[in-house]
């Protein structure tokens, strides 16, 4: 490629990390006075101007500026309601619901069956996505069937679940409707794709030849994936856990149709109690108490959602089992 | 111990062709046996099907003891890859000790490093290596379970010249003594390293023999080529034909370092090209219809008329198409 003559701004990284903070600074401050002033739309035309200079005096690049200014556009699709949704709430009903036992026993249902839906996901997906990743005799069958609930819809899975675990299905003993396991099931058979997915693409990235040094120099199978490949593939592992658990926290249409109300052990009360999954509760709440109300819990769940998230982040990207050096 | 492998698998790839690889090697114990043959000829997947990678028909025996059926971390072998295959999230002591625990009888691991070189290393990860480095820390955990045979896939094709060079020379004091297979498509290392070659081409062996046998008398054009000697079809080049004094629908190979330039000699040529190499020059002679390639300390002009001598000791008649070996 031949070297630009233009005069572009070379940024070192914590050059960008300064400009990258700078930035969000700059939107946080743009938006807080178009909100006050009563115009947010606005901001959204601020949004996309300030992203289209900012490319044009780091970059000079045309084609930059177009596809920043592009990205832009989609970033206020997406950001700019959750800006609105933050700033609109009310503090004292967020405060009201954040102190509700009903939230605590929502807020801990969301989090543990996800939870338990991810750690069936990884601890069925693992060996399946292993054997993908290998090829095997009608994989593509096998993979259809797999990634076959990320186009049907949800509540349609949820059906097909209470057909083949519901009364008069294949398991007559096992109850699952309104049951932790037949939330969890539910779950897993919506989150399950992206365990799968995102593990097998771990397994995929490593070199045969890692495997055939350790085989060749006297490990066998068992100790190879114990040794060599799962600690190569542990950040696709974590990733698909994290996917498949934010897929679980988000689930509504299947876990409304097979586990509406479930009636799960919560250690606080020291027994049985009844509650609702998150976005379920969000939903009863919405008809029942209006946007006010339902928006206040869903902030809450959506703050413990995202702190969760970023100590998972933290705990994971530093800790890489090579020294950081790969 | 010797190593006998006649081994048959057939490898399929999506969008390719099915390939085939039918060939059978012999090493005697103490021998380097090197596997040489053009990119895509099968040396690397015979390699791996011998070290029990990859399903296979015939035997791989360990003197006599039929293996074939033995997985390949109860075959024995140490194995040093092209792209080294260390464990990029273990130090280096790590690699190196990596099979400790599966061998009652291992080679101290930092002692094998100070050996290579490489003793100052032993807390680094393989990513933050040379190439050479990394190279020599496998070649160290090859070593170190003290195999019983060690297998070589082309461990110097990614090096630089002056550490590929530094290697060789390495790698010819730790196999001196050692039942090794060595695979390369390079043979100034083949020459270097082995006791005995076979040149493999297509999946199958195509001949087998001392290095002097490969180099100078080779059986078939292609394997002349592939080790560099000039190929003269006696057909496009009748003065050659009457200066050798060779009848019939031949074809010769001729070393290109038996080949002397001069005032006078058996047959005249005019230069065509000169490309300065190391410490001499590989000139090419145009004779008749044809061209030869010969070696000369002080390049003639392009253009130039001149004379070659050939060593009748070096000039081999082969058929031209290549027999099985």
Not at chain 1, 108 to 129: D, H, K, Q, R, T
């Amino acid at each position: 490629m031949a070297t630009s003559t233009e005069t572009r701004f070379s940024l070192d990284g914590v050059g960008r990390v300064s400009l990258a903070v700078a930035f969000v600074a700059l939107q946080a401050l743009a938006f807080a006075a178009a909100y006050t002033i009563g115009r947010p739309t606005w901001y959204a035309f601020f949004m996309i101007g300030s992203t289209a200079v900012t490319a044009y005096v780091l970059r000079r690049d045309s084609f930059v500026v177009a596809a920043a200014t592009m990205g832009s556009i989609l970033m206020v699709a997406l950001g700019l309601p959750l800006f609105m949704f933050v700033a609109r709430q009310q503090p004292s009903i967020v405060v009201e619901k954040a102190l509700s036992s009903d939230v605590h026993r929502m807020l801990y249902l969301g989090i543990y069956g996800p939870l338990l839906a991810a750690i069936v996901s990884l601890l069925f997906g693992i060996p399946l996505a292993h054997l993908f990743s290998e090829g095997f005799a009608g994989q593509q069958l096998v993979e259809s069937l797999v990634d076959l609930p990320l186009v049907v819809p949800h509540s349609v899975a949820g059906i097909i679940i209470l057909f083949g675990f519901g009364s008069g299905g294949a398991f007559p003993n096992v109850s699952v409707l309104g049951s932790m396991i037949g939330m969890v099931l539910a779950m897993t058979f919506v989150s399950a794709p992206y365990a799968v997915n995102a593990t097998r693409e771990a397994f995929e990235s490593i070199d045969d030849r890692l495997e055939y040094a350790s085989r060749i120099h006297g490990a066998s199978r068992w100790d190879t994936f114990r040794r060599v490949t799962a600690p190569l593939a542990v950040r696709g592992m974590v990733t698909g856990g994290v996917l498949a658990w934010a897929r679980a926290v988000s689930e509504f249409g299947a876990v409304a149709v097979v586990a509406y109300s479930v009636s799960f052990f919560y250690p606080p009360a020291g027994g049985e109690v009844t509650a609702q999954h998150a976005p379920v509760f969000v939903y009863g709440t919405y008809l029942q108490g209006g946007l006010a109300e339902s928006g206040a819990v869903a902030f809450i769940l959506l703050a413990v959602s995202a702190l969760i998230f970023l100590i998972i982040r933290y705990l994971t990207s530093g800790s890489s089992t090579t020294g950081g050096v790969v | 111990m010797s190593l006998h492998a006649d081994v048959s698998a057939t490898f399929t790839a999506d969008g390719a062709e099915s390939f085939h690889v039918d060939a059978e090697i012999e090493v005697e114990r103490g021998e380097s046996l090197v596997i040489l043959g053009p990119s895509g000829s099968g040396k690397t997947l015979l390699l791996e099907t011998v070290a029990g990678f990859h399903p296979h028909d015939g035997p791989v025996t360990l003197d006599g003891e039929r293996v074939s059926d033995t997985s390949p971390e109860k075959r024995d072998f140490g194995f040093v890859f092209q792209d080294y295959a260390l464990f990029p999230h273990m130090t280096v002591r790590e690699n190196v000790d990596f099979g400790s625990r599966y061998h009652d009888d291992t080679r101290d691991g930092e002692e094998l490093l100070a050996e290579l070189g490489v003793a100052a290393l032993t807390d680094r990860y393989p990513p933050t290596l040379s190439g050479g480095e990394q190279q020599r820390v496998a070649l160290a955990r090859a070593l170190a379970v003290r195999p019983e045979v060690i297998l070589l896939d082309e461990p110097l094709a990614a090096l630089d010249v002056p550490t590929r060079q530094s290697l060789r020379d390495d790698l010819a004091d730790v196999l001196a003594d050692a039942t090794a297979v060595y695979v390369t498509h390079n043979r100034t290392t083949a020459r270097a390293l082995a006791d005995r070659i076979v040149i493999m081409n297509d999946g199958q062996v195509v001949q087998s023999g001392t290095p002097e046998e490969i180099f100078h008398r080779p059986k078939s054009p292609m394997v002349a080529r592939f080790t560099g000697s000039n190929v003269v079809d006696l057909d496009d080049a009748p003065s050659l034909r009457s200066a050798l004094d060779v009848g019939g629908d031949d074809v010769v190979t001729i070393r290109p370092e038996s080949v002397a330039l001069g005032d006078d000699g058996d047959v005249r040529g005019t230069v065509e090209r000169v490309v300065r190499e190391d410490a001499t020059n590989r000139v090419t002679v145009s004779i008749d219809r044809t061209s030869v390639e010969a070696f000369a300390e002080r390049a003639p002009a392009v253009g130039d008329e001149v004379w070659l001598t050939l060593s009748e000791n070096d000039i081999h008649v082969c058929r031209r198409t290549a027999p099985r070996a």
